[in-house]
């Protein structure tokens, strides 16, 4: 069984700093994109930054320049920095993996998710 474990999240002043980790566990070949997802109260879950498995990066505009997403690959595990954090930041983190492969048979899986955790930004 494969399973998205995501940590870090919390309660922050604004423009502070926080640090998300998600976590691929079971038996996985290789994996190919990877993100992070937020929903805040009453509203729809939007994208926050995705990578490719080769580094490339995408993100929303309302983060461009505050949070950084980076992956290591060995640890199958996907980071999102965020700086300069806002209120408008408060929300539930989602983590993302388009599709990986699973060991041995090589198996694909599409469109998984984390349990979610939540930043809260706030003084």
């Known amino acids: 069984q494969v399973q998205l474990v995501e940590s870090g999240g919390g309660l922050v002043q604004p423009g502070g700093s926080l640090r998300l980790s998600c976590a691929a566990s079971?038996?996985?070949?290789?994996?190919?994109?990877m993100g992070w997802y937020r929903q805040a109260p009453g509203k729809q879950r939007e994208l926050v930054a995705t990578?490719?498995?080769?580094?490339?990066?995408n993100y929303a505009d309302s983060v461009l320049g505050r949070f950084t997403i980076s992956r290591d690959n060995a640890k199958n595990t996907v980071y999102l920095q965020m700086n300069s954090l806002k209120p408008e930041d408060t929300a539930v983190y989602y983590c993302?993996?388009?599709?990986?492969?699973?060991?041995?048979?090589?198996?694909?899986?599409?469109?998984?998710w984390g349990q979610g955790t939540q930043v809260t930004v706030s003084s």
């Open positions: 993302n993996v388009d599709s990986l492969l699973r060991r041995p048979t090589l198996t694909r899986m599409y469109d998984l």
């Open positions: 079971g038996s996985i070949f290789s994996i190919n994109g």
């Open positions: 990578i490719t498995s080769g580094g490339r990066t």
